[in-house]
């Protein structure tokens, strides 16, 4: 069975501080990786998602994630955050061909003006 | 507009009492799904539908019953709540699976006394 684990569950930031957020899973095959959003009082919204190709994948909002295939790692990174990135991010994945989503704790951000 | 509609967004109510939490969706997407959110635990998935009376079990079904009687709607039932079932709830749906996009509700917060 696959499972993901965000090992940060809590991060606060200044505004302009870098941000990493750790991700890492367990499945031993082919695997799709995603970032979620939640933005306070919002539902779930894509950040970025990787398929196959580069590994280093740009999603909206400035965000990027890197897939190490070694390191079965996803992490998030923006490298000047902004206050209204203040949220709590989920790291997913999906078995290639499978029909389960399963997403990671989540890691709420707070980041200070 | 696009969009995966739940309703009641907020429900409060007494054990052993049966209820349904209902989700539409308008953009004709085959894959539907159930999330419960819980703090420091993430979303876990409940159930799934691939399409029209296609159903099957997530993570976390116990309690739980859905139906996908027609491909716009997937609701999910709860036959005697029980407290643990306090939670958060989302449903989402992506046209075809869980390697593509995921479009969320806004959320069912549900208490159960």
């Known amino acids: 069975a696959q499972s993901v684990s965000q090992h940060n569950h809590h991060v606060i930031l200044s505004e302009a501080a870098s941000l990493e957020l750790g991700c890492n899973y367990s499945?031993?095959?082919?695997?799709?990786l995603f970032w979620y959003v939640q933005y306070p009082g919002q539902h779930l919204q894509l950040l970025l998602k990787?398929?196959?190709?580069?590994?280093l994948v740009k999603g909206i909002k400035g965000f990027e994630a890197e897939f190490i295939k070694s390191k079965f790692s996803f992490n998030l990174r923006k490298p000047s955050v902004q206050w209204s990135d203040t949220a709590e991010y989920f790291c997913?994945?999906?078995?290639?061909?499978?029909?389960?989503?399963?997403f990671g704790g989540g890691t709420r951000v707070l980041v200070k003006p | 507009e696009a969009q995966v509609t739940q309703n009641p967004r907020y429900l409060i109510t007494v054990t052993g009492k049966k209820l349904t939490v209902t989700c539409s969706q308008n953009?004709?997407?085959?894959?539907m799904s159930w999330y419960r959110q819980d703090p420091g635990l993430g979303l876990r998935q409940i159930y799934y539908?691939?399409?029209?009376?296609?159903?099957d079990k997530g993570d976390v079904p116990e309690g739980y019953k859905v139906s996908r009687k027609e491909k716009r709607n997937f609701p999910l039932i709860l036959e005697s709540p029980s407290p643990n079932q306090t939670s958060l709830y989302f449903c989402?749906?992506?046209?075809?699976?869980?390697?593509?996009?995921?479009?969320f509700g806004s959320g069912t917060q549900l208490s159960v006394l």
């Open positions: 953009m004709n997407h085959e894959y």
């Open positions: 990787y398929f196959s190709g580069d590994p």
């Open positions: 989402a749906s992506s046209f075809l699976r869980t390697d593509e996009k995921l479009f």
């Open positions: 997913a994945v999906n078995a290639a061909a499978g029909n389960k989503l399963t």
């Open positions: 499945y031993g095959g082919t695997v799709n």
């Open positions: 539908s691939m399409n029209v009376e296609v159903t």
